[in-house]
């Protein structure tokens, strides 16, 4: 019987001196550029491509993972605050039920806070420094944060990584009334995008790694021009980021 761990020790240790030998890939951001990690609308390319920035990206566009957040649908805009579209506009949002018009208080799209004991994927690639506005300009109400040390799976050379949460006054949970709150059709069609690029244990990983949802308030929302929308706050916002 002790001839099963005497000759179970050594392949203990060749497991164990092969996991501590496998070299961590390198990750290099270019000169000019940042790199950046989507866990939203940007895991998708076709939208980075077609919708954010109405060209081709040339880049890395990675699988990767974050450690120390947890993703959840708790980013609330208000919307009596104007909101730019992807088309550089501002509307109003309401849904039509059975005939009749709501303007939902609130429109929910992703978030991460912070957990020590949870790891999420999303996508790594890099952004020129230039195209930083675009972003944040389509991140409004968030945060861009340094999360360089949280990449899992490379070693980051060249410069920063970035990632995007949510500002405190903006941070709430969702209820089960559409009346109140709302997750845009279009904006979970975004995420569906990005399963459809990755595969289904790319999906299977984010929902394993995102607090979940009713589903009863993903609707289709409708939009009408906002003329003279008042922009101050939206303003403020602009100015936290920095360049």
């Not at 895991?43 to 566009?61: A, Q, T, V």
């Not at 230039?130 to 944040?136: G, N």
Request: hydrophobic residues 40%.
């Amino acid at each position: 019987m002790k001839l099963i761990p005497t000759l179970m020790l050594p392949a203990f240790l060749l497991l164990l001196f092969g996991s501590c030998t496998e070299k961590v890939k390198t990750f290099k951001i270019p000169e000019g550029h940042v790199g950046m990690f989507g866990y939203g609308s940007l895991m998708s390319r076709k939208f980075i491509e077609s919708g954010l920035l109405d060209k081709n990206y040339e880049g890395p566009f990675l699988p990767a993972h974050l450690s120390g957040y947890k993703r959840s649908w708790t980013f609330a805009w208000p919307t009596d605050l104007p909101l730019i579209n992807a088309d550089g506009n501002y509307y109003k949002d309401y849904i039509l039920v059975e005939g009749d018009t709501i303007y939902p208080k609130f429109l929910y799209y992703l978030n991460i806070r912070e957990d020590p004991n949870s790891i999420i994927n999303g996508v790594l690639y890099i952004v020129p420094k230039a195209d930083l506005p675009i972003y944040d300009g389509w991140e409004l109400g968030y945060e861009r944060f340094d999360v360089t040390d949280l990449i899992k799976d490379y070693s980051i050379e060249g410069g920063p990584v970035f990632a995007y949460k949510t500002l405190p006054d903006f941070v709430a949970e969702a209820v089960d009334d559409y009346t109140l709150n709302i997750i845009e059709l279009s904006y979970y069609k975004i995420i569906q995008d990005a399963f459809y690029y990755w595969g289904k244990e790319f999906e299977a990983e984010y929902h394993k790694s995102t607090e979940p949802v009713d589903a009863t308030i993903i609707m289709e929302n409708q939009k009408i021009p906002w003329i003279d929308p008042p922009l101050e706050k939206v303003e403020e916002l602009k100015s936290n980021f920095k360049y």
